[in-house]
């Protein structure tokens, strides 16, 4: 819990759905996330389509990697069934250099899961995206890149997106 600061859950059953491998920069994102909406939080292969349907508002979320999310999410999201008008957002980290992360950059990376998304009917309400600690390939001979990312900034902008989603979802 934050401190007991934590958003009001009673109206809108909200669910974060991560995946994260590499450094659990993503994990941490999630957390932040899942806390301030009073979320259940999931990896994809804890979770199923019919119980995905039972939520108003899901967060999908996973570390970049080769320009999207891992295919287990986007497997994930060709399962659900069809749900019109049905609220998601989307959240990531990604191992660019912090200067590089511009809002264009985290929308690229977003763009299969959200058209996977709208092709079942969701609304996505939201997106987050923010540098995180990369040492992938030979990357790793420098000490990696966004060492420290996501830091507590990036953990205090992804509190306040979710709590503009908490607005946006009780219309
Ligand atoms: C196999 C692999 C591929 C990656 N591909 C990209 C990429 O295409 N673009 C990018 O910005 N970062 C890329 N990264 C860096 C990750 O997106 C970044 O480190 C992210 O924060 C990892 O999240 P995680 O710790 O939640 O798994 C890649 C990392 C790995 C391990």
Redesign the pocket.
Known sequence: MNGGKTGNPEAVRSLVVV?????????KIARALARVLGADLRTPSEVGPDEIAEYDLVGFG??????TFDPSMLDLVDRLPPSPGKMAFLF?????PAFAVSREFVAK?HSQIRERLQAKGYRVIGEFGC??????GPLRFIGGL?RGRPDENDLGNAEAFAWELMEKARG
Do not use: E, K
Request: hydrophobic share 20%; aromatic share 14%.
């Open positions: 995946f994260s491998y590499h450094h659990d920069n993503t994990r996973s570390g970049i990697y080769h320009a990531s980290t990604c191992g660019a990376n540098p995180g600690w990369n040492t992938n966004n």
